[in-house]
């Protein structure tokens, strides 16, 4: 078999995770280009994948100006990026891997799926909770009937402290105006997941959420604008925060002196968490309602001390009740004992976003090589995150967003 020939853009936490999948799996897949904008990557990104000098590239066009060298392009770069080079590399003629979400408007996320549809070009998105031996298994028993029809879910989005201080304080995602409100571009995944279990359409939204905690006025007296200046005992304290785990840091940075990133006042990462220009929520809950009457509710928060999902779903004969981190899901048919799965039996490999990263590459690679060799039709839809089936969970967590800013209002759908 032909090996797929795929080309990184944007290499990042999410373009390192997919070049080692591709590394992993040489028999059907093949890392060709790499595009990065920060030159402090490409001597460790050459040595460690093997690439030519010739095959990577720090400006997006120019690598398009190449032509199409790979059969996919993966794009894992900021969220405000992906529309023009979505749009751009589909002109190309390539496949997309796109990470999510799609883009962080309505109407760019429209754009390239018309784009997309127009020039018959598959995307993929990246909502991998649908490929994890978790969300499966609970599919699975959903549509068997076990606990009859589904009447509610209600699922929790438990960021953990530490990782929405990171992320959504100080990192990347924090400010609305350079990324997108959290409800989209960290929970978008949790609203595609919740679509998928119910199996119907959403037709009425309301949300509501707010910044409560990470703000100048609740800083504690005495605290500093840098933690390095700081010396009040703090859960959010960025020195033994990346000190102990560096590479949460150094992924985006690449200095592997913590101590001199942590001390640098132009770089986030150093930043007390009342004192950033942070403006996403930290708590929010979305209420839902299907057109078959069932109802769910997503919950995100920032106050969890781990980072997991959980979720419990009621039918008309029973119920489930699962944590993703702890591998367990548990039935409790209505007067029968609980039975209890316990997932981690059900796959060898839970690496990168419990097992779902791994499942979801691979099966794009094989439905576009079945494309080709003609066993599936050229019109198939690609995989379980194919853009036509990922866009509803923008346009939901756009609406919830719409709510939220209109003091909880209903929008029906």
């Not at 770069?77 to 589909?90: G, I, N, P, S, V």
């Not at 909502?127 to 978790?134: I, M, Q």
């Not at 996403?280 to 209420?287: M, P």
């Not at 923008?394 to 939220?404: P, V």
Request: hydrophobic share 35%; net charge negative.
């Amino acid at each position: 078999m032909e090996k797929t020939k795929i080309a990184i853009l944007g290499f990042g936490s999410r373009g390192f995770t997919y070049a080692n999948i591709i590394m992993e799996n040489p028999e059907e897949m093949e890392l060709v280009a790499v595009c990065e904008i920060n030159p402090a990557k490409k001597p460790l990104i050459l040595h460690n994948y093997h690439l030519e000098e010739n095959h990577f590239f720090s400006d997006y066009r120019e690598m398009l100006k190449k032509g199409k060298i790979a059969d996919i392009l993966i794009i894992s770069t900021m969220d405000r990026d992906h529309h023009e080079q979505a749009l751009a590399a589909l002109e190309v003629g390539y496949d997309l891997l796109l990470e999510k979400p799609i883009a962080t408007s309505r109407k760019d996320c429209q754009d390239i799926l018309d784009k997309a549809n127009q020039l018959k070009r598959k995307i993929a998105v990246c909502h991998v909770l649908r490929y994890t031996p978790f969300y499966q298994k609970l599919k699975e028993i959903i549509s068997s009937g076990t606990i009859g029809e589904v009447v509610n879910l209600s699922q929790s989005e438990n960021i953990g402290y530490y990782h929405y201080a990171h992320s959504y304080v100080r990192g990347n995602w924090r400010n609305e105006k350079t990324s997108g409100p959290i409800v989209l571009t960290k929970t978008c995944h949790d609203l595609d997941i919740i679509r998928w279990l119910i199996g119907k359409e959403c037709t009425a939204i309301s949300s509501f959420g707010s910044l409560s905690y990470f703000k100048p006025e609740n800083a504690p007296k005495g605290s500093a604008d840098y933690c390095y200046k700081c010396s009040l005992e703090c859960p959010f304290n960025a020195l033994p925060f990346y000190k102990k785990n560096p590479m949460w840091a150094m992924i985006f940075t690449l200095n592997p002196d913590v101590e001199a990133v942590l001390r640098d006042e132009k770089c986030s990462y150093g930043r007390c968490v009342y004192h950033s220009d942070n403006n996403v929520c930290d708590h929010q809950v979305v209420n839902l309602e299907f057109e078959n009457k069932a109802t769910a509710q997503l919950t995100l928060t920032a106050f969890s001390n781990e980072i997991h999902r959980n979720l419990k779903i009621h039918g008309t004969k029973g119920e489930i009740e699962g944590d993703m981190e702890k591998a367990e899901i548990i039935i409790r048919i209505f007067g029968k004992n609980p039975e209890i799965i316990d997932v981690s039996k059900l796959a060898e490999d839970f690496s990168g976003h419990a097992g779902g990263d791994k499942k979801m590459l691979i099966d794009f690679v094989r439905h576009l090589q079945a494309v080709k060799t003609g066993a599936v039709s050229e019109s198939s839809i690609a995989g379980l995150t194919d853009i036509n089936y990922s866009m509803e969970s923008h346009f939901m967590a756009f609406d919830a967003e719409k709510s939220r800013l209109h003091g909880g209002k209903v929008i029906s759908r």
